[in-house]
């Protein structure tokens, strides 16, 4: 499968690069937002728009390489398929019993395809952002500290937007990542 060796490491660089997203996108909506409340204009702003921009683009770059293996391994192996679900669960419920001598919860009867469902709408929310990371990028000249300010409503706009859309992709991915990690309540 394509990359699939690389797996591992393309989605902790992609963490990385929706916590580094997240930071400068809240930076950019916080400081674009004091400027339409009458703020003075912060002099890395346009700088901080790069890297919120950049950065989206690198989440989503990283995030699509890793898509195909997410796909298979990840979705249709385990999300998507009760038994591997169920069969994971009583062997957890078993190793759980050996080691507090309590019997352990019921496993799941049914697989994890509400968790399936809100990645998706996390794909779907990303691929919406990108033109608005892309829209940051050519903005952020014209309607920079210096720019026209007729524009800055709607860079402040897209700046919210963006920093909205990276904090609920990076929720969803922690979510989702963890019903494995952490194992499904029983």
Excluded at 6 to 29: E, K, W
Excluded at 39 to 55: F, I, K, S
Excluded at 57 to 84: K, M, N, Q, S, W
Aim: aromatic residues 6%.
């Amino acid at each position: 499968m394509f990359l699939e060796p690389f797996a591992r490491a393309l989605v902790i660089a992609h963490a990385v690069a929706a916590a580094a997203l997240c930071g400068a996108a809240t930076h950019l909506a916080v400081s674009l937002v004091g400027r339409l409340r009458g703020r003075a204009a912060w002099g890395r702003e346009q700088r901080v728009a790069l890297w919120a921009g950049v950065a989206y683009l690198v989440t989503f770059g990283l995030g699509l390489l890793v898509y195909p293996t997410y796909r298979v391994r990840v979705r249709a192996e385990y999300l998507d398929a009760g038994r591997v679900v169920r069969a994971e669960a009583q062997a957890r419920a078993a190793v759980r019993t050996e080691l507090t001598r309590a019997p352990a919860a019921a496993p799941p009867a049914a697989p994890l395809g509400g968790v399936a469902h809100v990645f998706d709408i996390k794909e779907h929310w990303a691929a919406l952002g990108l033109p608005a990371a892309v829209a940051l990028l050519v903005l952020r000249r014209r309607a920079g500290p210096d720019g026209e300010r007729r524009l800055l409503p709607l860079y402040a706009g897209l700046a919210v937007a963006v920093a909205l859309i990276a904090y609920t992709g990076a929720l969803i991915g922690l979510v989702t990542a963890s019903h494995r990690a952490l194992g499904v309540a029983g």
